[in-house]
């Protein structure tokens, strides 16, 4: 079973404009097989060979001059040598659009190497795992299993995956294959113990010296861990939101999941029975609202999406910022909530002289359509698109 990806219309475009396109993305997140999809005649080499990579780092010159029509380079951070030569070769003919179409998986180690070596040559793209509006296109999503699968692919296109085995199984991949290139973990157990307490702390403020006291590693260890999770794509940091409005605020991230589906399973939730019942169900909610504005919108932490708390402890759990609109979107987890909890008339006037402001209420309800209310628009992100401003 295939679903349709939203990316699908910005790839095609992107090899009709650029000599090369970057697909970034953590493992598992279908950016292969989307390529393959889009472009089933253009030649597919991968990296995870070793016989590919032995050939590319030997000779970067003679590896790419095989290729004459497009082809799929995939996994393209194990051989970044190859990028100052590509350079040389997109530089001879500029006009042959899509002839290099990449992938790789540690999208900041990437990003340097892209933009010392190929800035105003390649189109650079995201792919997340599945989102909401991706599984509604295809009319089969069972709302109870998104809130704790989440969305990589294949546990949607097979069935008869067993879940945890397949966390299980991505967790083992990432520690003995990807974070070996990233950094020098001495205990990969301490390590998987600072994976799973990060978990717990999936929605709240990023405190490095408490993980370090949990997990019993420096806060030093911590900072160097959290920037390898990063790297690969597993977790964004989200940061408050300021725009000089004079108060005092909060200035650490928040850490959130990229997949809440892998979140779950760290927290040992197995089903949606697991889900209601968890203590962490708030935070929960709060990751997959987060991640569905960063796969419907785009939306980049830091710079389109924030977050808003003041030393007061009055906070929106995000704020978009976008054309000079501004949206504050609360979520939580129930099916209603009493007006009085919620600090949209707290924050709103401190911006409203400078923004045309939206006030979004992301709850966990039952109605697939929007609710107007009065002073803010309630509804379920899994059902409906969060209508953000700008």
Not at 213 to 233: F, P, Q, Y
Request: charged fraction near 25%.
């Amino acid at each position: 079973m295939w679903v349709n990806r939203s990316l699908s219309a910005n790839l095609v475009k992107a090899v009709k404009s650029r000599p090369a396109i970057l697909l970034t993305g953590a493992r598992q997140t279908g950016k292969s097989s989307l390529l393959k999809k889009l472009f089933p005649e253009t030649e597919y080499i991968t990296f995870d060979h070793l016989r590919e990579v032995e050939a590319a780092k030997e000779s970067p010159e003679f590896f790419l001059s095989r290729f004459e029509d497009p082809v799929i380079l995939d996994e393209i951070q194990y051989v970044p040598e190859v990028f100052r030569e590509l350079k040389l070769v997109i530089d001879q003919d500029r006009s042959s659009y899509g002839r290099w179409i990449m992938t790789g998986s540690q999208q900041f180690a990437l990003m340097e190497q892209v933009s010392e070596s190929l800035a105003g040559r390649i189109v650079l793209l995201h792919l997340e795992t599945l989102g909401a509006e991706e599984l509604r296109n295809k009319k089969h999503l069972n709302f109870n299993d998104y809130l704790w699968k989440g969305g990589y692919p294949e546990l949607w296109s097979n069935p008869a995956l067993d879940v945890g085995d397949f966390f299980e199984s991505y967790i083992r991949t990432y520690i003995e294959r990807d974070l070996k290139t990233i950094i020098d973990v001495k205990n990969l157990n301490d390590f998987r113990k600072f994976i799973r307490i990060t978990a717990s702390r999936a929605g709240q403020l990023l405190n490095y010296k408490g993980l370090s006291a949990d997990v019993g590693v420096s806060d030093v260890t911590i900072k160097k861990w959290v920037h390898a999770l990063e790297i690969s794509g597993l977790v964004y940091l989200l940061p408050p939101y300021y725009a000089n409005i004079g108060k005092r605020l909060i200035k650490s991230p928040k850490v959130y999941f990229a997949d809440h589906g892998l979140l779950c399973y760290l927290l040992g939730i197995e089903n949606e029975s697991d889900w209601f019942a968890h203590a962490y169900k708030g935070n929960l909610w709060e990751n997959l609202v987060m991640m569905e504005l960063i796969k419907t919108f785009g939306l980049r932490p830091g710079v389109d999406l924030f977050f808003y708390r003041d030393q007061n402890g009055v906070e929106i759990d995000f704020v978009v910022e976008k054309k000079g609109e501004l949206s504050l979107i609360e979520a939580k987890a129930g099916e209603s909530i009493h007006p009085g909890k919620l600090n949209f008339e707290k924050v709103a006037p401190l911006f409203q002289n400078r923004f045309r402001i939206e006030h979004i209420l992301a709850l966990n309800i039952k109605q697939t359509r929007p609710l107007k209310k009065k002073d803010y628009i309630c509804l379920n992100p899994v059902y409906s698109r969060i209508p953000v401003t700008g």
